[in-house]
């Protein structure tokens, strides 16, 4: 069995292709969850006429509508596929998508967005650049293959799914998601996903700039987070290097006088080595932690494979 979720707000326009696109790639007995988040349209009463599964979610954010999708997952679905209710994202090769987590092994398909119609302009200019800045960035912090890494398509495996504890957030959930697969050392495939234009009166939800540093900024914690040692020893070196100029500033014309002109120099070389001392040795020890909850999210991950057998 599949499952479908679908976050929404303010989709009354385009939820039901939405979900009549889907039931035509997955058939009819795929479950559909509509999780609406605090929409003040018709978004919630056009869903439950098409017949699937709707639910709210008043916490606005795309993270806390997919994490009340993922407490109402069919105990009997192996897969469940994130798509956007904007209709933006085409489905016409979802099933093969499916078929790479069933058959090929891998716990996540990241949909890489292809426009076709160039004229159509679904990306925003500002949207474009900042796809394109922050998927490098991201590709460079924690050395994924991931093409597209803000895209809004994606298919999940039941132990991945299952396992992600992120979610308390808005369009984040996506840096999420990416920084699971890395966390569990996850086999991730990129699918190219044919990506529209929004339909007359559909408005994009994400604000350029304001959500942009809100990713950029969750970025950063999910490197401390996911590879300490890393980022903190990023912090250590520079703090040392300048710890190393001022003792040679101190240290220089002590060996040339026997005296110490630049001593302030000096005691703020010890400061500052003191404090790379305390970066480097943070980093080791919460590296060794993330051992432990990697260990720990494994566990999670093959009882929810469990869960279906």
Sequence with gaps: MITAIVPCLNEEKTVNSVIDELRGALGKNAQIVVVDNGSTDNTFRRAQKAGVEVYREPNRGKGYAFRTGLNKVNAE??????????NTYSLDNLQAHIDHIVLGGFDMVVGNRVIQDLQSKPFRNGHRVGNWVLSSLFRRMFATDIVDVLSGYRVLSRGFALSFTGGASRFE????????????????????????????GSISKLRTY??????????????????PLMAFFSLALPVFSMSFLLFARAIIPYLETGLVPNLPSLVASSGLLLLAAVLSVAGVVLDRTNVLRKAFSRNIYMEAIKLKS
Excluded: Q
């Design 77 to 86: 679905s192996k897969v469940i596929v994130l798509v956007d209710g904007d």
């Design 173 to 200: 959930v996506e840096t999420e998601l990416n920084a699971h697969a890395f966390h569990l050392s996850s086999m991730v495939k990129n699918a190219d996903v044919l990506y529209r234009a929004r339909p007359d």
């Design 210 to 227: 304001y959500d942009g540093a809100k990713i950029l900024r969750r970025y950063l914690s999910l490197w401390f987070t996911e590879r």
